[in-house]
Nanobody
Framework: QLQLVESGGGLVQPGGSLRLSCVAS????????IGWFRQAPGKERTGVSC????????IYADSVKGRFTISRDNAKNTVYLQMNSLKPEDTGVYYC???????????????????WGKGTLVTVSS
């Protein structure tokens, strides 16, 4: 019954904003680290951001610092990725993933985020 469902992707012009949502079911996401990854066509999947379990902190890839913000809404069992000042190089399929170790924290290399959603496509183009 564990499930992560991403939504909020779409087509946006450079400089625009999107908010992605990752809704968890079958577990309480607040007690687990949740990360966002993205994969551009022909490229490897890379970590974008991560939020630790509720007692922890957040991390961001250097390429998105100052533009993206990760957050939680425990009442909705949802993790968000607010993306501002979008650039064409932000284009890709965005996935959320959970570290199912209880009270897990984000790791610098995004290791341990092993349970994945199906992704949502973000296209930044003029």
């Amino acid at each position: 019954q564990l499930q992560l469902v991403e939504s909020g992707g779409g087509l946006v012009q450079p400089g625009g904003s999107l908010r992605l949502s990752c809704v968890a079911s079958g577990f309480t996401a607040d007690y687990y680290a949740i990360g966002w990854f993205r994969q551009a066509p022909g490229k490897e999947r890379t970590g974008v951001s991560c939020i630790s379990s509720s007692i922890g902190s957040t991390i961001y890839a250097d390429s998105v610092k100052g533009r993206f913000t990760i957050s939680r809404d425990n009442a909705k069992n949802t993790v968000y990725l607010q993306m501002n000042s979008l650039k064409p190089e932000d284009t890709g399929v965005y996935y959320c993933a959970a570290d199912l170790e209880y009270l897990s924290s984000c790791r610098e290399g995004y290791q341990g985020l092993d349970y994945w959603g199906k992704g949502t496509l973000v296209t930044v183009s003029s």
